[in-house]
């Protein structure tokens, strides 16, 4: 997991609102597939590949922010 902790905060923040939020109109791609995912009509091999597309960026950063607070709790201790 090293190589999440090398990619520096802004990118990930900066890759996880392009990408989470593209296109801005009418709808974003993510809040569009995770919509689908809850309906249960996420079937779709590109309506997949499109979630996983827009949404990678975001798991890494909340990955990141939670390795980061970890070792902050772990200096602390």
């Known amino acids: 997991?090293?190589?999440i902790d090398s990619i520096p905060?802004?990118?990930?923040v900066l890759a996880?609102?392009?990408l989470?939020?593209?296109p801005?109109?009418?709808e974003p791609h993510l809040v569009?597939?995770?919509g689908m995912l809850f309906d249960g009509s996420l079937s779709?091999?590109?309506d997949i590949f499109d979630l996983f597309l827009h949404g990678t960026p975001s798991v890494i950063l909340l990955l990141k922010i939670f390795r980061e607070?970890?070792?902050r709790a772990e200096i602390k201790k």
């Open 1 to 3: 997991m090293k190589w």
């Open 20 to 22: 989470g939020l593209a």
């Open 69 to 71: 607070s970890n070792k």
């Open 44 to 46: 779709k091999p590109i």
């Open 9 to 12: 905060m802004r990118h990930l």
């Open 24 to 26: 801005f109109v009418p």
């Open 32 to 34: 569009e597939k995770l």
């Open 16 to 18: 996880s609102l392009m």
